[in-house]
């Protein structure tokens, strides 16, 4: 069924596990993420970039989320990947989002707080939950195309300060991954999770986690991540395959033929993903 995000990410921060949340952009990515969360029994939260709303619409992937996660055996959450505004946030709640990020990152600490609190005001007034980010977590979002060193540490002061005062149900912490493919390996700040950790009790997030090493991201979730953001991954295996399976001669009757093998591949992924995680066997 659709649920909101917070008892799943609850749940996942009090019992020490972390539930991923897949990118998708058309109705098979929808149906692989799906497949994956009943096949391995997890929760999922299937998130859709603001910035898709311009050429697919928010309004069709969060039909399709929807339609599949009624009829799904397992807890599925729609969740707004990065809503820049109050306008994206109204237009997720208004097509049946059951969580939502307002990503103030980029402004001034108090900017951040304001918009981010008047966003959790609205959206927990019909009971959807909000996360939001303090500190920046760079890197490539979608077609932005920025440079990774954009990325801006987490302070605990301000982590506090922001949680606090903002009302955020989760809250996304930059500790060293980038958003896409990294330069060299990542380091990541642990002990700087840990203190942020150690003083705010909700769920908290991470954002860029495609290609950062599994050994990084079974630590994190001992410190209070429980929630994961993958997209670049899945994108880059959905490539790869398609390239792979035309230039070796697929002989394809219907033009859908053409994407069944990557997309099974992406399900594939987001299982070893969910195992990972440790969510799998948790719905
Ligand atoms: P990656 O593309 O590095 O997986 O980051 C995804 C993300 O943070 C989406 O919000
Ligand atoms: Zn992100
Ligand atoms: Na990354």
Known sequence: PLVSSKDVLQQARAEGYAVGAFNVFNMESVKAVIAAAERERSPVLIQVWSGLDSFVGLDVLAAIVRCEAEKASVPVVLHLDHGMNAEHAAKGIKNGFTSIMIDGSSLPLEENISVTKEVARIAHAVGIPVEGEIGHVGGEEGGDHQEADDMVETSVEE?????????????????????????????????????????????????????????????????????????????????????????????????????????????????????????????
């Open 159 to 283: 982590a506090v300060a922001f949680y606090e005062r903002s009302g955020v149900d989760t809250l996304a912490v930059s500790i060293g991954t980038s958003h896409g493919k990294y330069k060299q390996e990542p380091k990541l700040n642990i002990g700087l999770l840990r203190d942020i950790a150690a003083r705010i009790p909700i769920p908290l997030v991470l954002h860029g986690s495609s290609y950062t090493p599994d050994e990084m991201i079974r630590e994190v979730i001992r410190y209070g991540i429980a929630k994961i953001n993958v997209a670049t991954e899945m994108n880059d295996a959905v490539i790869a395959q398609t390239t792979k399976d035309i230039t070796q001669g697929l002989q394809a009757k219907y033009a859908s033929d053409l994407t069944y093998g990557a997309y099974a591949l992406m399900a594939d992924k987001v299982g070893q993903k969910m195992r990972l995680f440790g969510s799998s066997g948790k719905a």
